[in-house]
């Protein structure tokens, strides 16, 4: 029994996160899910929905979501509530979109994967150097952009700062960061 209450619940955050992910553009739509797809690609992996969880970086929006569906149909609550929830999964799209085309850029679409046992990344400094430069042009990673190893690829593949800079500048200037901007919420390293 709660093993089918455990598809369900995935079914319904798959089905819940379709439907808002919908109202976005063409674009966006496809980034926000190109990491699930990408973070697949040449290894062997069990999704998420199959193994009946829910990522924990989902969880927030899958909660927000049920909050929604409790509320009064045509409140401003309910209203505002979804604006909120459009918010997070267009920035969480932005995150994946400008990453993939920093690491087609920078790396030529290439993900490394570090042997079992190793760190993610050789240099720290260096790490945090990336993320803060990165977000200083396209906004704070949040929780949800911590997933990404474009960061510890950069790194480990002594990719300049002044090129990480130039590539953030070049993919996010037209991007308004509004309340994801480090000057606001800090940075994430």
């Known amino acids: 029994m709660a093993a089918s209450h455990h598809l369900l619940f995935v079914l319904f955050l798959t089905l819940t996160l379709t439907l808002l992910v919908l109202q976005l553009s063409e674009a966006s739509r496809s980034s926000f899910f190109s990491l699930r797809r990408s973070k697949l690609k040449g290894k062997k992996a069990q999704s998420f929905e199959s193994m009946g969880v829910v990522d924990q970086r989902d969880a927030d929006v899958y909660s927000m979501w049920h909050q929604y569906k409790s509320l009064t149909e045509n409140s401003q609550e309910k209203e505002e509530l979804l604006k909120k929830i459009k918010r997070i999964t267009s920035h969480r799209a932005h995150l994946d979109n400008s990453i993939d085309i920093i690491r087609g850029k920078l790396l030529q679409g290439e993900i490394a994967v570090r042997p079992s046992g190793m760190a993610?990344?050789?240099?720290?400094?260096?790490?945090?150097?990336?993320?803060?430069?990165?977000?200083?042009?396209?906004?704070?990673?949040?929780?949800?952009?911590?997933?990404?190893?474009?960061?510890?690829?950069?790194?480990?593949?002594?990719?300049?700062?002044?090129?990480?800079?130039e590539a953030a500048k070049a993919t996010c200037s037209s991007y308004d960061m509004g309340q994801w901007d480090p000057a606001i919420v800090g940075y994430s390293a």
């Open 120 to 165: 993610i990344v050789d240099d720290w400094d260096c790490l945090k150097t990336m993320v803060r430069t990165y977000e200083t042009h396209c906004g704070s990673l949040t929780h949800y952009g911590m997933l990404h190893t474009l960061f510890a690829d950069l790194c480990n593949n002594n990719i300049s700062k002044e090129a990480m800079d």
